[in-house]
Structure formats: structure tokens, C-alpha cells
């Protein structure tokens, strides 16, 4: 069975740095892109990035360039985003998801961050 | 960035009932288009993709259609676990791809 498992929730201050993680599992997760995808409370999905785990090659949307950093480590078939200065405003839900062309056929159950002094 | 306006934000109707959903691209993505459903306090799940395409497993009262700008989702009999917020999402021009604002689907 394909899979993203996600690591758990977060609570963090201001100005704190956080690397959340997703699992890939059922497949082989160089094969495939992953995106995050954001969803702050009450709202809708927005893209942020992507990353081709084979080589770590990342396109990102211009909302997020700069703020965020998408990785890979292929060896232990896990992508990550993280965050070096947390901001109130990054309190949200955060999804990662594999692209099978064409579309984002497998989601990983979420990651709430929440940022608060 | 393509801009995506998924109209209506929501939508009230019956058990049995047709239901339709449309999106509009703000160019031509001819049929680069993909539909989503999330149930409160879950992770989205595909539905449709190149917008008419019925994802493996999911019930044939879903469809879609359309291509260039402007696309339909339609639920041809509402049943009650349909419940919850449909998005559509372009993937024409990535980075970035864009998910319409979302419509809330509830029952009357």
C-alpha cells in the first residue's frame, strides 16, 4: 500500500526553527515528486513547493520562496520541510503529497504547527 | 501564477439532489485540471483528474468536464457522505499549481 505518514504535531514560539518530516512507504520514492501543501485554519489548500527526491531539485511558489526549505534524504525515503524563524502566521495544517502525474493521488494525514508566544 | 475562481464557496442541497460546482481559470489550461474532496479534519483525496477522468475507486456519481478555462464538477445524486469541501486545482503552469478557493457542500 502506497503511503505518506507524517511526523506529529508541533507547538512552537516565535523566532523557533522546526523541520517536519513525511514517510513515503509502498513505492519507490525516488520515482515520484513531492509536494507540501498548506492549510491555515479555516481556509483553503495552497501550494508551496515540490522536490524531486531523486536529486533533490525543488521548485517553490513565490508566496513561499525564502520562507520555507524543502529537502530530501532518499535513503530513508523521507522529504521534509522546515522552518528557521517561525512566525505566528505559519500556525497551520501542512500536508505533504506525491504527484502521480497528473495529479496529487496520495496525501499524507497532516502535521499541525502551531506557532504561539 | 494562474488564478483559479471556484464558484459557488457553498452550497446547501438534498439527499438525491444534482449538484454542480464550476471553476474558472483565468487563461487556458486546456484540460490540466484536477478535482479534490476533503472531509472535515482529513487530508484531501483525488477524485477527478484531467478534469473528467474518475480516479480508481471512486463512486461513478462524480464526473467532470470541461477544458480551456472553464470546468464543471458535478454530483449527479448527493448522498449524505458527501459531505465536505470540494477544490479544483491547475497544474498547467507549475510552479506554481493553484487550488480554487474551495466550496463547502452541505446538506439541507
Known amino acids: 500500500e502506497v503511503q505518506l505518514v507524517q511526523s506529529g504535531a508541533e507547538v512552537k514560539k516565535p523566532g523557533e526553527s522546526l523541520r517536519i518530516s513525511c514517510k513515503g512507504s509502498?513505492?519507490?520514492?525516488?520515482?515520484?515528486?513531492i509536494s507540501w501543501v498548506r492549510q491555515m485554519p479555516g481556509k483553503g489548500l495552497e501550494w508551496m513547493g515540490r522536490?524531486?527526491?531523486?536529486?533533490?531539485?525543488?521548485n517553490y511558489s513565490p508566496s513561499f520562496q525564502g520562507h520555507v526549505t524543502i529537502s530530501a534524504d532518499k535513503s530513508i525515503s523521507t522529504a521534509y520541510l522546515q522552518w528557521s524563524s517561525l512566525k505566528a502566521s505559519d500556525t497551520a495544517m501542512y500536508y505533504c503529497?506525491?504527484?502521480?502525474?497528473?495529479?496529487?493521488?496520495?496525501w499524507g494525514q497532516g502535521t499541525l504547527v502551531t506557532v504561539s508566544s | 501564477d494562474i488564478q483559479m475562481t471556484q464558484s459557488p464557496s457553498s452550497l446547501s442541497a438534498s439527499v438525491g439532489d444534482r449538484v454542480t460546482i464550476t471553476c474558472q481559470a483565468s487563461?487556458?489550461?486546456?484540460?490540466?485540471l484536477n478535482w479534490y474532496q476533503q472531509k472535515p479534519g482529513k487530508a484531501p483525496k483525488l477524485l477527478i483528474y484531467?478534469?473528467?477522468n474518475l480516479e480508481t475507486g471512486v463512486p461513478s456519481r462524480f464526473s467532470g468536464s470541461g477544458s480551456g478555462t472553464d470546468f464543471t464538477f458535478t454530483i449527479s445524486s448527493l448522498q449524505p457522505e458527501d459531505i465536505a469541501t470540494y477544490y479544483c486545482q491547475q497544474y498547467d503552469n507549475l510552479p506554481p499549481s493553484t487550488f480554487g478557493q474551495g466550496t463547502r457542500l452541505e446538506i439541507k
Open positions: 509502498g513505492y519507490s520514492f525516488t520515482s515520484y515528486w
Open positions: 484531467d478534469a473528467s
Open positions: 503529497a506525491r504527484l502521480n502525474i497528473p495529479a496529487f493521488s496520495t
Open positions: 487563461q487556458d489550461i486546456s484540460n490540466y
Open positions: 522536490i524531486d527526491p531523486s536529486d533533490s531539485y525543488t
